[in-house]
């Protein structure tokens, strides 16, 4: 039951750090990075920012732990959700775990409790035998998860990665506009305007010969769909995931270009887009499969003339972000109806139902 809470935790700092390759065996969690790195910096966390008074921190600095291994840890307890499964650690010894099966019905009362120090590798359930000192960690971890938001608990998977917030549904059902030189848009909006669903994206922008550049990219190299000049043509490359990758390929002519994907979610994962290339020359126009259908992009979200971080596509690879020289005015996106039978991109509320 330590999956994702005992890892390793690499600091390299050759200027500052003399003890190369030591380890440390004290305890740290990622809240504490914050308060590490101020402290290194001798800066205080502002009690204020913009006239509001700030929340504070969670974690404690380990700073003295990265220049002396006899340093003791600060860190002590920390609470755990995910999924709906909850753990607390408590004095650097006690941990106590509530697992939530998926689709399963939430019981809230399945605690089991270990002694790290005497069984490390959690095989004596003390919860039984120590009902008191269950209860005394139990209250530590309401109290912190009052405080951090952890409840109600949702132990769903997928229908819960692709549901959407109430307050979100009207946003991600109207038509968006998008701009160059602004930060990357949040995958958490932009994707489910394309997600399993009829879409139109449309983007004017200029080309002159020899320009190249990516256009727009939505993901990165795990999933997700890019436009791009290359060699003469415009390149529309969508990224299924996996092993799915397919380019379609249009000649491009200098002047104003209008490009628009028009995709047509057929149900079931499936997909189709024509895309239309207008060119002073007239208009360039084939047809991608885009299956399975993008349901949701949790990393990277979309960038406009140039693609960030990790490439959409492999032929944009070790180009930097590849940024477009020519002019992008804008890039529109027109969501439609979700697939037949699509569970995609429903309200919280309604996801929630038992269908």
Same mark, same amino acid.
Request: aromatic fraction near 10%; charge should be negative.
């Given at each position: ?6 890892? =390793? ?5 050759? %200027? ?5 390759? !030591? ?23 502002? %009690? &204020? ?16 732990? #990265? ?8 860190? @002590? ?12 650690? %408590? ?8 697992? @939530? ?28 035998? @120590? ?53 990357? %848009?949040?995958?958490? #909006?932009?994707?489910? #305007? ?16 020899? @320009? ?37 390929? #249009?000649?491009? &002519? ?58 959409? $596509?492999?032929? $944009? ?5 590849? !940024?477009? =020289? ?20 429903? !309200? ?8």
């Amino acid at each position: 039951m330590n999956g994702g809470i005992r890892v =390793p935790f690499i600091t390299y700092w050759p %200027a500052r750090i003399a003890e190369a390759g !030591a380890v440390r065996r004290e305890w740290v969690h990622v809240n504490d990075i914050l308060p590490t790195m101020l402290d290194l910096l001798g800066v205080a966390y502002p %009690a &204020q920012f913009a006239g509001y008074r700030t929340r504070g921190m969670d974690g404690v600095s380990f700073k003295d732990m #990265l220049f002396d291994g006899a340093a003791p840890t600060r860190r @002590q307890n920390q609470h755990y959700e995910l999924e709906g499964n909850r753990g607390y650690i %408590a004095d650097n010894r006690w941990k106590i775990a509530s697992l @939530q099966p998926p689709g399963t019905k939430i019981d809230l009362d399945n605690w089991v409790m270990f002694d790290l120090v005497a069984d490390p590798t959690e095989i004596t359930n003390l919860a039984p035998t @120590q009902p008191d000192k269950l209860r005394e960690i139990i209250a530590r971890f309401e109290a912190d998860a009052e405080a951090n938001y952890v409840y109600p608990l949702d132990n769903r998977t997928v229908k819960r990665g692709l549901s959407i917030n109430p307050y979100l549904k009207r946003e991600v059902d109207s038509s968006h506009t998008f701009y160059p030189g602004t930060e990357t %848009a949040h995958s958490y #909006l932009a994707s489910p #305007l394309m997600a399993d669903r009829d879409y139109e994206l449309t983007v004017s922008f200029t080309y002159a010969a020899g @320009q190249e550049g990516v256009i727009f990219a939505l993901g990165d190299i795990s999933r997700g769909i890019a436009a791009f000049v290359i060699g003469g043509e415009l390149v529309v490359h969508y990224n299924g995931g996996f092993i799915v990758k397919r380019d379609l390929r #249009l000649p491009i &002519q200098p002047g104003e270009q209008l490009l628009r994907i028009s995709h047509k979610a057929l149900g079931k994962m499936q997909g189709t887009a024509v895309v239309t290339l207008d060119t002073p020359a007239g208009a360039a126009q084939g047809e991608l499969n885009m299956s399975p259908t993008i349901l949701r992009i949790t990393g990277e979200g979309l960038d406009i003339g140039l693609d960030r971080r990790s490439k959409v $596509c492999a032929e $944009c690879e070790g180009r930097g972000t590849f !940024a477009y =020289p020519g002019r992008i005015d804008w890039l529109r996106i027109d969501p439609g109806p979700q697939a037949p039978g699509s569970f995609v991109n429903l !309200a919280e509320e309604l996801a929630q139902r038992d269908w």
